[in-house]
Structures are given as C-alpha cells and as structure tokens.
C-alpha cells in the first residue's frame, strides 16, 4: 500500500490549492480516508475524512475552505483548499487512520506528505 | 472535543530503559485511542490501536493499556531506533484529537 502526497506550494493569503493523494495497493472508493496536517513546529491535527458511502466530516478549522473528495476512477483522494490563511501553513497527510464507529482493524498507512506555506 | 494531554512533553532515556507515556482525556474515550511515531521528515506510523492492540509488523517491545480517560504507552527496552516523538489520538468522537506529543530524546 502506498500514498503520495503532490500539489503542495507557496500560496498567498485568500488563495487556494488542490492537494492530490495519488493511492495504490488498496481501492479508494472502499476506504475511509484522511487527510491530516502538522504546522512548523507543532503537534499533528486531524483536517478532514471522506468515508466509503461518501459522508464528509472536517475540523472546525478548515469547515467551509476546505473540501475533500475522490475520484474513484483515478483512485485518488484530494482536499481542495480555498481561502487559505496563514495558519494553513503545514504539511499535509493523506493517511488511513482508526474512526468512530468503524472498527478498527489495522494496517493503516500514511503517505509522506507535501508542504503547504501560505505566505504573501 | 475531546481534549487529549500526552505526559511527559519530553522525555529523556537511554537504550534499554522502560518508558511510559500518559495520555489523558478530557472525557472519556473508551477504549478508542491510537498510539503513533512520528520521526522528522517521515510518514507517521500507527503503533497501537483501540488502546492495546499492536499493529502488524510493530515490535513487542511496543504496549498500550488504559480505557476512560487515560491510556499509557510502554516501550520495554528503548531502541536505539526509537528515538521520535509520539502522539496519542482519540477516535471516539468527531473532532478526532490527538495529543500535543512526547519527544523522546536520548539521554
């Protein structure tokens, strides 16, 4: 199983960006994905999750900026990001991870991440 | 949400010694907490899952315990590989937490 993070940059304050998590060894439409975030110097932060049925939950944080979605054809997951602050300045994971009311069964995974600086 | 509050923010050890990290919430997560290792510039890797199950292909060295609100992290004899920073997440209820880590230095 693998995850790869691109779309990460440099972006100015108010503008956006569309994360791509590219997914193989496991099929995108049948598991419940995440994307999650560390700033420079910080601890790690839940940002959102797509499940299997296509239900979306979000950190208040990012709730109404951020947008998470998939394109099972592709078997990619992505996190559209808009009106973006500086705060947002972070990396960011794609990453299956243990949920309420999913038993957890293990063998999650996490991509590597790729770098978002909001920054004018 | 749940707030989640790792102790120690730091801890110093040699290899071989026993070390614990505590996790404590501010309400209760049954027993739905995950353990992770975070290593700079590296994927972050799932150790324990709903509070004591290890995850595949994770050393035995490796143990959770704990339910409610608090959960404790063991690693019985420190490796020289295990030198990180760990984080605690609840998944209980949304918004997942995780706590704000323990680094784990060599002493």
């Known amino acids: 199983v693998q995850l790869v993070e691109t779309g990460g940059g440099l972006v100015q304050p108010g503008g956006s960006l569309r994360l791509s998590c590219e997914v193989s060894?496991?099929?995108?439409?049948?598991?419940?994905m995440s994307w999650v975030r560390q700033a420079p110097g910080k601890g790690l932060e839940w940002v959102s999750v797509?499940?299997?049925?296509?239900?979306?939950y979000y950190a208040d944080s990012v709730k109404g900026r951020f947008t998470i979605s998939r394109d099972n054809s592709k078997n990619m997951l992505y996190l559209q990001m808009n009106s973006l602050r500086a705060e947002d300045t972070a990396v960011y994971y794609c990453?299956?991870?243990?949920?309420?009311?999913?038993?957890?069964?293990?063998?999650?995974?996490w991509g590597q991440g790729t770098m978002v600086t909001v920054s004018s | 949400d749940i707030q989640m509050t790792q102790s120690p923010s730091t801890l110093s050890a040699s290899v071989g010694d026993r070390v614990t990290i505590t996790c404590r919430a501010s309400?209760?997560?049954?027993?739905?907490l995950a353990w992770y290792q975070h290593k700079p510039g590296k994927a972050p890797k799932l150790l324990i899952y709903d509070a004591s199950t290890l995850e595949s292909g994770v050393p035995s060295r490796f143990s959770g315990s704990g339910s409610g609100t608090e959960s404790t992290l063991t690693i019985s004899s420190l490796q020289p590989d295990d030198f990180a920073t760990y984080y605690c997440q609840q998944y209980k209820s949304y918004s997942l937490t995780f706590g704000g880590g323990t680094k784990v230095e060599i002493k």
């Open positions: 060894g496991l099929t995108v439409s049948s598991s419940y």
């Open positions: 309400q209760s997560f049954s027993s739905r």
């Open positions: 797509i499940y299997t049925g296509g239900s979306t």
């Open positions: 990453a299956t991870i243990p949920l309420p009311g999913i038993a957890a069964v293990g063998f999650y995974v």
